[in-house]
């Protein structure tokens, strides 16, 4: 049960974490947002999602109404507030109260909220036996329109994408870039394995920069000995692939076992991924135990 909202630089009962209707967040989607995952009542990553969530305010000529360390504090008393031991953050800054136009600088204060809370995960058989997902028929929107690193309020292109899968009967969708590249899935970003080699779309083909893809390119990969190779993937390269695997804040790292109904590999999650699932597992609990003890 949620206790205690942050909102604007205190902690408020639920019924009192309130937006006005003149807010450009609700208006336009004017605003961004980070989610964060808690582990043994450690924030995970906190310091690279704060960069993000600041990084994604100057992107769009939002001031960040907190600094660095303002937010990192009040995410670890809005986690400690709820008695969150294992969990996500939802932070979220809105424009903040304007007229009814477009002109975001209309807008004099933007909101901080921040919302500590369970989290519900895909089921634990989904990590032995794999997703089901579907490739979308609608694009990401590119590069060009929508910087991917925006992590905006308005997240239409990937609900719609999302609608498409969840339409197909499975719970994520392949997104492809306007020239028909892979890019991410409506959440989470894409890995694929291929003789051994793990393979990800470099971040030209125009995905968030995901922390759990930094996380296993530079720390969980490694570990078990691999090093991962970013570049452009094609999409006949996912039917070709003996293994692939998404990861995002809360899926983490997980299997795919069919795209569109056809199997990937044997269908099943394969060694690469079930060994990269398990020391992701590994170095999430040794960094919250190493949190735990300073
Ligand atoms: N792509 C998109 C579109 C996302 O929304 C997310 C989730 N934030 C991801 C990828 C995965 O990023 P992360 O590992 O930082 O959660």
């Known amino acids: ?89 939802r932070v979220v800054y809105t424009r903040g109260k304007g007229s009814l136009g477009l002109n975001p600088f209309t807008c004099e204060t933007p909101s901080c909220i921040i919302i500590a809370d369970t989290i519900s995960l895909y089921p634990e058989s989904m990590y032995r036996d794999g997703m089901a997902v579907i490739i979308a028929d609608r694009p990401r929107v590119p590069i ?13 292109n990937n609900i719609l994408a999302k609608v498409e899968a969840i339409e197909a009967g499975v719970l994520e969708a392949i997104m492809l870039n306007t020239q028909g590249h892979v890019a991410e899935c409506t959440g989470d970003n894409i890995f694929l394995v291929k003789d051994g080699s793990i393979i990800t779309p470099d971040t030209s083909a125009g995905m968030l920069h995901g ?71 590994l170095m999430v609990s040794s960094a919250c135990e190493q949190s735990s003890a300073v």
């Open 144 to 156: 060009e329109c929508l910087d991917p690193q925006i992590k905006s309020l308005n997240y239409l």
């Open 1 to 89: 049960m949620t206790r205690s909202i942050w909102m604007n630089g205190s902690l408020v009962a639920p019924e009192d974490a309130t937006v006005s209707v003149f807010d450009h967040g609700l208006l336009y989607g004017d605003g961004c947002f980070e989610g964060i995952r808690v582990y043994g009542g450690n924030v995970f990553k906190l310091k690279a999602h704060v960069e993000r969530m600041q990084a994604s305010a100057r992107r769009i000529y939002l001031e960040p109404p907190c600094t660095d360390q303002e937010l990192s504090d009040a995410i670890e008393q809005t986690v400690e507030a709820n008695r969150i031991e294992d969990g996500y953050v």
């Open 211 to 281: 922390i759990t893809r930094r996380f296993v390119i530079e720390e969980v990969a490694p570990a078990c000995g691999y090093s991962v190779e970013a570049r452009t993937v094609e999409k006949e390269e996912l039917f070709e692939a003996d293994e692939i695997f998404l990861t995002g804040t809360a899926a983490e790292v997980i299997g795919v076992s069919s795209i569109n109904g056809k199997p990937i590999g044997s269908g099943v999650v394969g060694p690469v991924t079930l060994q990269l699932v398990e020391q992701f597992r």
